[in-house]
């Protein structure tokens, strides 16, 4: 299969470094790819509303100034890049939070000091890196979904692709080979070439948000140990 063309994570912040069309582009892109992750981390600040208005506000930033300024290839996984800056932000609310509280009669967003625990609930951190996790794997099988439209097996595509995700069982393929017109053996060869694909995805997508100097294996065992 012909690998569907794109730009890397880290091509993607170089190109947003920048006050021209084509870095605005970059940045909307980068932006909405990691809005997720970004929201699921802060809501281990806020309530929904006021997460939502936070997450809100961080790409705004980004997307009106030098936000990503600092971020270089040299300086490691894209996503302790990103989770730093989120840290960084909240803090900056929180001290103005606090400021205000002081003594301004301007009004302010509410942020909550204390969550009430949810034991069933990740660590913050662990959180944004399950959506982070979340995210890729969802991109990977969109890429894939392309690739199968543009060589005209989309039909095959829409049909398989519950093996890639743990819907489907190794009994639901007798249906699926009738409908395509496939015996059961033709099925598995062609469901055993898709998994190969998608984790050829997998792969590509971790490895675009790490320097040259970190292992991909090791953090896709991060990833899906955390999914």
């Not at 063309?5 to 892109?29: C, F, I, K, Y």
């Not at 009738?178 to 059961?184: A, S, V």
Request: charged share 25%; aromatic share 8%.
């Amino acid at each position: 299969m012909s690998p569907v063309t794109r730009n890397t994570r880290w091509s993607l912040v170089t190109r947003a470094q920048g006050d021209t069309p084509a870095a605005r582009l970059a940045l909307s892109e980068l932006c909405e790819i990691y809005y997720a992750p970004v929201l699921a981390y802060i809501r281990s600040w806020a309530g929904p509303d006021e997460a939502r208005d936070l997450a809100h506000g961080f790409f705004e930033r980004i997307l009106a100034g030098d936000s990503l300024k600092g971020a270089s290839q040299q300086r490691g996984r894209f996503r302790s890049y990103l989770l730093g800056a989120v840290k960084h932000f909240l803090c900056e609310t929180r001290a103005k939070e606090h400021r205000l509280k002081r003594g301004s009669h301007l009004p302010h967003l509410e942020i909550k000091e204390e969550i009430a625990p949810d034991h069933a609930a990740l660590p913050p951190d662990a959180e944004f890196d399950r959506a982070w996790a979340c995210t890729l794997l969802d991109r990977a099988l969109r890429l894939l979904a392309e690739e199968m439209n543009q060589s005209g097996k989309d039909l095959l595509f829409q049909e398989l692709h519950p093996w890639l995700t743990g819907a489907a069982g190794y009994g639901d393929q007798t249906a699926v080979a009738e409908k395509l017109g496939l015996g059961e053996t033709a099925v598995r060869v062609q469901v055993h070439r898709l998994r190969k694909r998608f984790r050829e995805i997998i792969e590509a997508e971790v490895a675009q948000t790490l320097d040259s100097g970190t292992d991909p294996a090791a953090e896709l065992r991060h990833l899906l140990s955390v999914c």
